[in-house]
């Protein structure tokens, strides 16, 4: 802690790489594939880290600040090491339409909506220039398109990376100049202050050059309350160790574990078990006993660990625990299966525990397959085959598995994706296997099945698809083809339908200024005969522009649940096809607690110049104008959006 000597105030958190390949061993730290997520996450995230209080800023924040959170990486950044290519070489070929519609968005949403401190250049070029030296970027998108009041750093040694490993420049003084001319303020290493004395010496950087970066860096350390003296006097100076480990937070920790559980399958209401009926247990898997593999990377030290067997033998008489594999790997022929097989035989129910670990998904560590590591899947199938009770499978990993061969097994009943769920995480997955809590989790990605990855070089970061060449596209948002199971995919002990209460048919855009008077704002485009009609965001009144969607959430199970209702549109189609957009998006989400046979009305507000609009080709942002569809569950409503009559 900062009021100990033991840490700082600022946070390089959060990681808002959009995942877009499923292989990406990062993917863990993200919010997940989808840019609408990911930017509300980002924003949360961020006013969650920085707490603003006390006076007004420049664009109406509050000056200052509890910590200073970080927005990270920017941008296309989503390969460490695959196949030959790092992250250090990599040039990630990006279209300006990707940018503005898949990669920028999170990033945005940390500045303009959370009002980050900072924002993280990553180690990768795109489109041959890196993001540390990308003037467009730092000066021209960050600092000049999204108004950030704070400081952009590098990702640890970047600016000597682009030197080194990429040659980017002749010199080390170039190299400098490159980076602070951009818009650089601070340097996670030694490079700038080895050579920036050189480069100003030599004219390559302006006293002006510094006078910016530091004035910025030592701004947000003014907001943090840095130079104000005594800690005591200062509105969190009273905070110190006794505050880490509160059951408070704990009971937090708990909470954040559950509500991130999925439940992919659950054949003949298999689940919940009853700890009356299931009094023993066969706990089996290479994470039965799960304590460090369950907080990820980037973790602080727990405050102690609830391991799945610990969680699980507070429900059961017995609980028979055999690892089944020696580690998570599971190579090799001296594996211990067929003990695990064994205590299925004996146990009135069996939780297999499988997935994956930082030796298998990591920072520097990219995967090459999509399935389960060694011999798991032959322990779940000889599991699941010699058990006389039900059969859970549990999986703990940061990004998807292909498990189509549990799937598609009678004898597994239930299956769980518990992620990496944290320290609670034994008591979490407990408590959703014995029904203490009532699971309601999605998926935050797309799980593909192993061949996808022949088809989808890591590489290529097109999002969009290309028949032509065979490519599949990436994510929900483009990719058609076949899947394990789809993004927002998540069952529940219970059962909601939906009913639209309230939601407007029609809706006129108005434009701005001398826009609302000629006809020029209307574009048209014509793609395979099909005319597409549409109006520049940049030309139309945005403030204000939402379309009211009340949705009524009826529980039509017993039991109590949580529900999340997921709003996807989909645009016109003659739109769709002129300008590439996605077949469909997600475009608003609330999460609403519904009791056992009661409703809940669920108020949401889509605003259309962010979730209604499309990215052209050159990465313009437009509103089509027709009928756009609205799928929330089982139900659809059009909306048709047309443009105030036009004249003066």
């Not at 290493?189 to 010496?201: C, D, I, K, N, R």
């Not at 999986?395 to 189509?404: H, K, R």
Request: charged content about 20%; some cysteine.
């Amino acid at each position: 802690m900062y009021n100990g000597g033991q840490a700082g105030l600022t946070f390089w958190s959060p990681n808002v790489n959009i995942f877009r390949d499923p292989r990406w061993g990062r993917g863990q730290e993200t919010p997940g594939e989808d840019p609408a997520v990911s930017g509300r996450y980002a924003a949360a995230y961020v006013r969650g880290l920085q707490q603003p209080y006390g006076g007004r800023g420049h664009h109406g924040g509050h000056t200052r600040l509890k910590t200073a959170a970080c927005c990270k990486h920017f941008t296309a950044y989503d390969l460490d090491s695959w196949s030959g290519t790092d992250r250090f070489h990599f040039n990630a070929v990006v279209t300006p339409q990707d940018l503005e519609d898949t990669f920028n968005v999170p990033f945005r949403s940390c500045v303009v909506d959370g009002r980050a401190a900072s924002v993280m250049c990553s180690y990768n070029q795109v489109n041959g220039v890196p993001t540390c030296a990308d003037e467009s970027f730092l000066r021209g998108t960050i600092r000049g398109k999204w108004q950030l009041e704070g400081y952009i750093v590098s990702d640890c040694d970047s600016v000597d990376v682009f030197f080194r490993d990429q040659h980017y420049t002749r010199t080390h003084e170039d190299a400098v100049a490159a980076t602070l001319r951009a818009g650089l303020d601070l340097d996670c290493g030694p490079f700038l202050a080895q050579y920036t004395e050189g480069a100003v010496a030599q004219r390559k950087v302006s006293d002006a050059d510094i006078d910016a970066a530091v004035t910025n860096t030592v701004i947000v350390q003014m907001r943090l309350g840095m130079y104000d003296g005594d800690l005591a006097t200062q509105p969190f100076g009273h905070l110190g160790p006794q505050h880490v480990c509160t059951r408070a937070h704990q009971d937090l920790a708990l909470e954040a574990a559950r509500q991130s559980v999925v439940l992919l399958k659950n054949d003949g209401a298999a689940l919940p078990l009853a700890p009356a009926t299931h009094r023993t247990v066969a706990v089996v898997g290479p994470h039965a006993e799960a304590t460090v593999a369950m907080i990820g990377n980037y973790a602080g030290k727990p405050c102690g660990y609830t391991t799945p067997l610990q969680g699980i033998g507070r429900y059961v008489k017995t609980a028979l625990h055999q690892a089944g594999c020696t580690d998570v790997a599971c190579q090799g022929g001296n594996q211990p299966i067929a003990a695990a097989v064994d205590a299925a035989r004996r146990a009135d129910a069996t939780v297999v525990l499988v997935g994956l670990d930082q030796k298998i998904e990591a920072e520097g560590l990219d995967r090459t397959s999509l399935l389960l590591p060694g011999r798991q899947a032959e322990l779940v199938s000889a599991v699941a085959k010699a058990a006389k009770g039900p059969v859970i499978l549990v999986l703990m990993s940061g990004g998807p598995v292909d498990i189509a061969f549990a799937q598609s097994d009678r004898k597994i009943a239930g299956i769980l994706w518990a992620g990496y769920p944290g320290q609670a995480g034994g008591q979490a997955i407990a408590d959703v296997i014995f029904g203490h809590h009532n699971p309601g989790g999605k998926l935050p990605v797309t799980w593909y099945p192993q061949d996808y990855l022949q088809k989808a070089p890591m590489t290529n970061m097109a999002m969009r698809a290309d028949p032509a060449k065979g490519y599949p596209g990436r994510t929900y948002r483009f990719y058609t083809g076949p899947t394990i199971h789809p993004f927002g995919h998540g069952l529940s002990y219970t059962k909601f339908t939906h009913t639209l209460a309230h939601a407007p048919a029609q809706l006129s855009v108005r434009l701005t200024g001398h826009h609302a008077a000629t006809a020029s704002s209307l574009n048209t485009t014509t793609h395979l005969g099909r005319a597409a009609a549409d109006v520049r965001v940049s030309h139309a009144r945005c403030e204000g522009l939402s379309i009211p969607v009340h949705v009524d959430v009826k529980n039509v199970g017993d039991r109590d649940g949580a529900h999340t209702v997921l709003v996807y549109a989909s645009p016109p189609a003659a739109a769709a096809a002129a300008h590439g957009a996605p077949a469909r998006q997600l475009v608003a989400f609330e999460k609403v607690h519904v009791p056992a046979g009661g409703v809940a009305r669920v108020k949401m507000g889509l605003d259309v110049c962010n979730g209604l609009s499309i990215a052209d080709r050159d990465g313009v942002r437009r509103i089509p104008v027709g009928e756009h569809s609205l799928t929330i569950g089982e139900l659809t409503h059009s909306v048709t959006l047309g443009v105030e009559q036009l004249g003066v």
